[in-house]
């Protein structure tokens, strides 16, 4: 019962991306072309109300509906990892026009091709994992 | 008449609220919005754990996101069969007169053919585009510890630096690739 929920979380996901066309190749393009609003709109949205979410979660000392409080855990503070992680991550973002989620979005919504994207993140987290301890952090 | 607005084409704001809205169900719950942990987890369920410490975790706490990925694949299933809108997307002219200069046409569609449709993976060129790229996003997602929902969503809601950085990250690669790498490889 209790994993239902979560994949009608998962749907309402999907459903989201989908018709926000932020699963869409072309709109990954137009993004990182600085050609429309779109996208940056729809993170800026996120990203401000996300914020003002938090802080009143935090505020009120809001408790989740198992009755514990809300946490938030603090990334670990650290330059290398974000700047060089994240720039291999824009990389093939703007090359697959897809981030980790889109990519199962997409194959849902009938874009086959994209198990190649998913086996390659695949491969990529298990390489990370391989030679993580040499990577500087 | 609920679904007639559905399947219009979403605003940015609209898509944006929702957005939060997935993230905070998912506080609620008790869980935190990360998708490419799933990527992790994947591999662990696969054997990897025996061989490299880093995927040797009780891969069972992280349940509830698999189910979500699960529903996520269906999400974009009933999407695309039953909320779709006939008109083409309003996607930028100068991008589409960009694209066409590297020989990818725009089809009004979500994604392009000469990438995505099943022929293109018979080009051994656009197979080997779509797995390096496959690699570089799920190498960089662990490395930088999160994906687009980890640090551009749930870290910069919660006012976090290294979310920040990771996301100025993803824009150094995104640039590099849209104006320096793609020219060539196109």
Sequence with gaps: ???????LAGILFGIIMSKSEAIS??????????????MFGIIGTAVILGAIS????????????????????????????????GTIFG???????????PMFVNLGYGYIAMLVVIFGALSGTYLYGLIKDKLPH | MILELIKQPWSWYFSGIMI???????????????FSANLRTMCTIAGAGKKVKFFDFDWKTQKW????????????????????????????ANTIQDLQKLGISFNGGLNPSELFSLESLSSPKMLALLLIG?????????????????????????????????????????????????????
């Design chain 1, 54 to 85: 938090v802080f009143i979660i935090k505020k009120l000392k809001i408790r989740d509906t198992a009755g514990n409080p809300i946490v938030f855990q603090d990334k670990e503070q650290s330059y290398a990892r974000y700047i060089i992680g």
């Design chain 2, 65 to 92: 996101n698999l189910f979500f990925l699960v529903g996520s694949v269906i999400g974009g299933f009933i999407a695309s069969n039953f909320l779709t809108n006939p008109a083409d997307m309003e996607l930028s």
């Design chain 2, 20 to 34: 939060v809205v997935v993230m905070l169900i998912l506080l609620f719950w008790g869980k935190s919005f990360g």
């Design chain 1, 1 to 7: 019962m209790k994993s239902i929920k979560y994949i």
């Design chain 1, 25 to 38: 190749w072309f709109r990954i393009q137009e993004m990182f072309r600085f050609q429309s609003f779109h």
């Design chain 1, 91 to 101: 990389l093939g973002w703007a090359l697959t026009g897809a981030c980790p989620g």
């Design chain 2, 134 to 186: 496959g690699v570089l996003v799920g190498f960089g997602a662990r490395y930088a510890g999160g994906c687009t929902s980890g640090h551009a969503i749930s870290g910069l809601s919660n006012l976090q630096v290294p979310s920040l950085i990771a996301v100025v990250g993803f824009f150094i690669g995104g640039l590099v690739m849209t104006f320096l790498i793609m020219p060539l490889v196109f």
